[in-house]
């Protein structure tokens, strides 16, 4: 369980850490981190992150599938992660 926990927590911070360097590199017109990258990181454990990243740093609030996906995954996850832990 402590593996789990330690697991989504990284997932997590390196989702919100990823949603504030693409914004960073946004406002600077620099290569920006692919969106397939941001997905695979809320996909794997990191969606509570990158939702918040997204609401914290005001990154990809227009994209529909961003907005919608990205809380849903979080809600889907978080709700695993309680089930598995109880």
Same mark, same amino acid.
Do not use: C
């Given at each position: *369980?402590?593996?789990? !926990?330690?697991?989504?927590?990284?997932?997590?911070?390196? =989702?919100?850490?990823? *949603? $504030?360097?693409?914004?960073?590199?946004?406002? #600077?017109?620099?290569?920006?981190?692919?969106?397939?990258? !941001?997905? /695979?990181?809320?996909?794997? $454990? =990191?969606?509570? $992150?990158?939702?918040? =990243? *997204?609401?914290?740093?005001?990154? #990809?609030?227009?994209?529909?599938?961003? #907005?919608? $996906?990205?809380?849903?995954?979080?809600?889907?996850?978080?709700? /695993?992660?309680?089930?598995? !832990?109880?």
């Amino acid at each position: *369980m402590t593996i789990l !926990l330690v697991a989504f927590l990284v997932m997590n911070v390196v =989702g919100l850490l990823i *949603m $504030g360097e693409d914004k960073k590199r946004a406002r #600077k017109h620099q290569y920006r981190i692919r969106e397939r990258t !941001l997905w /695979l990181v809320a996909l794997f $454990g =990191g969606a509570v $992150g990158t939702t918040a =990243g *997204m609401q914290l740093f005001r990154h #990809k609030t227009k994209h529909v599938s961003f #907005k919608i $996906g990205f809380p849903v995954i979080a809600i889907v996850e978080l709700y /695993l992660l309680i089930r598995f !832990l109880l």
